[in-house]
C-alpha cells in the first residue's frame, strides 16, 4: 500500500537519497536542502511504501510577471521516484495528491520545468503560449504550466 505524506523531519536523508537515486546527481538533493534553508519549500511530500520512503515531490512559490502585472504561483520541482520503483504510478499519485494541496493552498497557477511526455497527462501546456517565460534558457516544450480550477 503506498502513503502519500508531508514529510517530516525524520524524512531528509531519505528525501535527499530518493532525489540522487532517480536523477544519477547530487545536485537535486542538494536543491531540496536549500530551498528548505531558505523556507521557501511551500508543500514537500513523500511516498511511503512498506515503511521506506519510495517517492518525493516539492512545490516552492515563484513570481510571474508581466508588463502590467505580477502574481505569486507555485512550481512543481523536484519530482522523484527511486529507480526500482518507477513505472508503478507512484509519480503520478504524488503529482496529483501535490496539485490538490497546492489548489487547497489557495494557488491557481503551477509551473513545471520537466518531461514534455509526462506532465501533459496532469493538465500542463507549454507555457510560453501562455505569456509565461522561463527566467532560464530552457527548451520550450519542457517549460509547461497549469491553471488550477
Not at 530518493?18 to 531558505?38: C, D, M, S, Y
Not at 503529482?95 to 506532465?119: F, K, M, N, S, T
Not at 500542463?124 to 503560449?129: D, G, I, T
Request: negative net charge.
Amino acid at each position: 500500500m503506498l502513503i502519500i505524506r508531508p514529510e517530516t523531519t525524520k524524512d531528509k536523508d531519505a528525501i535527499r537519497h530518493v532525489n540522487e537515486e532517480a536523477f544519477g546527481q547530487k545536485e537535486e538533493g542538494e536543491l531540496i536542502e536549500k530551498l528548505r534553508k531558505r523556507g521557501v519549500l511551500t508543500l514537500s511530500l513523500v511516498a511511503v511504501q512498506d515503511n521506506r520512503i519510495v517517492g518525493h515531490i516539492a512545490f516552492s512559490p515563484v513570481v510571474i510577471e508581466s508588463e502590467c502585472s505580477s502574481f505569486e504561483a507555485i512550481a512543481l520541482a523536484p519530482m522523484a521516484v527511486l529507480p526500482t520503483h518507477q513505472r508503478k504510478g507512484i509519480g503520478s499519485q504524488m503529482v496529483r495528491a501535490g496539485l490538490r494541496e497546492c489548489q487547497l493552498l489557495g494557488y491557481e497557477i503551477v509551473v513545471v520545468l520537466g518531461h514534455p511526455d509526462y506532465y501533459p497527462r496532469f493538465g500542463f501546456v507549454p507555457a510560453r503560449p501562455k505569456g509565461i517565460d522561463c527566467e532560464f534558457e530552457v527548451p520550450a516544450e519542457a517549460w509547461m504550466v497549469l491553471e488550477l480550477r
